[in-house]
T-cell receptor, first 114, second 114 residues
Framework: AQSVSQHNHHVILSEAASLELGCNYS??????LFWYVQYPGQHLQLLLK??????LVKGIKGFEAEFIKSKFSFNLRKPSVQWSDTAEYFCASHSGGGADGLTFGKGTHLIIQP | DTGVSQDPRHKITKRGQNVTFRCDPI?????LYWYRQTLGQGPEFLTY????????KSRLLSDRFSAERPKGSFSTLEIQRTEQGDSAMYLC????????????FGAGTRLSVL
C-alpha cells in the first residue's frame, strides 16, 4: 500500500522568506506525484505534478518541486513567499499509469505573516 | 463554471438518517472519484468510477455507503443510518482517460451528523 508523509504540519513564515515543505512517499513502483493547495474557503487546486522526465517541475504561482527517487522525496519549494500563499498544502501520489485514487499526506498548514 | 460541482455544500442530519450527495464532473471527464476528509487529515480515497462502472472501492467504504453513476455522468454517494463518525467533508474529483490521470476537485459537501 502507498503512503505519503508530510513532515511539517504547521509552518509560519514571514513574507519574502524561502519555503520548503517536505514530502516522502512509499511505493516501490513507478509513481506519479502531486502537490495540491487549498486556500481558505476554497477547493483543492493542483499546484504541480510529476509524471516523468525532468525531476524539477515548476508549477503555478512560482512554486517548484524536485523528485528525488533515491530519497523517495518530492519537496515543494518557493524562493520568496507572499501573504497570499497562506493555505493548506497537500502532497499526493498514485501509481504510475494507473487510474487509482490518490494517496494524500496529512497536509501542511502554512501561515505567512505580513 | 465548468469545474466539478457538488451539491449540497453543507448537510446537517440526525444520527440514523440517510443522506445523499451529488457530484457533477467536468463534462468530458469519464473518471469520477469520491474522497472523505476529516479535520486535520488529508483526503482519503473511497471509490472511483470509469464511465458507469465502479472499478475500485476502499475498505473505508462500509456497507452503509453506496455510490452510483448510472449514466456515466453525475454520481451520487449515499450514506445510510448515519453515525457521528461520518461527519466529514466529502470530496468529488474527476479526470480524463485521454492523457495522464490528473484529478480536479470539487468544493465538497460538508456533512455534520448530530
Amino acid at each position: 500500500a502507498q503512503s505519503v508523509s508530510q513532515h511539517n504540519h504547521h509552518v509560519i513564515l514571514s513574507e519574502a522568506a524561502s519555503l520548503e515543505l517536505g514530502c516522502n512517499y512509499s511505493y516501490g513502483g513507478t509513481v506519479n506525484l502531486f502537490w495540491y493547495v487549498q486556500y481558505p474557503g476554497q477547493h483543492l487546486q493542483l499546484l504541480l505534478k510529476y509524471f516523468s522526465g525532468d525531476p524539477l517541475v515548476k508549477g503555478i504561482k512560482g512554486f517548484e518541486a524536485e523528485f528525488i527517487k533515491s530519497k523517495f522525496s518530492f519537496n515543494l519549494r518557493k524562493p520568496s513567499v507572499q501573504w497570499s500563499d497562506t493555505a493548506e498544502y497537500f502532497c499526493a501520489s498514485h501509481s504510475g499509469g494507473g487510474a487509482d485514487g490518490l494517496t494524500f499526506g496529512k497536509g501542511t498548514h502554512l501561515i505567512i505573516q505580513p | 463554471d465548468t469545474g466539478v460541482s457538488q451539491d449540497p455544500r453543507h448537510k446537517i442530519t440526525k444520527r440514523g438518517q440517510n443522506v445523499t450527495f451529488r457530484c457533477d464532473p467536468i463534462s468530458e471527464h469519464n473518471r469520477l472519484y469520491w474522497y472523505r476528509q476529516t479535520l486535520g487529515q488529508g483526503p482519503e480515497f473511497l471509490t472511483y468510477f470509469q464511465n458507469e462502472a465502479q472499478l475500485e472501492k476502499s475498505r473505508l467504504l462500509s456497507d452503509r455507503f453506496s455510490a452510483e453513476r448510472p449514466k456515466g455522468s453525475f454520481s451520487t454517494l449515499e450514506i445510510q443510518r448515519t453515525e457521528q463518525g461520518d461527519s466529514a467533508m466529502y470530496l468529488c474529483a474527476s479526470s480524463s482517460t485521454s492523457g495522464p490521470n490528473i484529478q480536479y476537485f470539487g468544493a465538497g459537501t460538508r456533512l455534520s451528523v448530530l
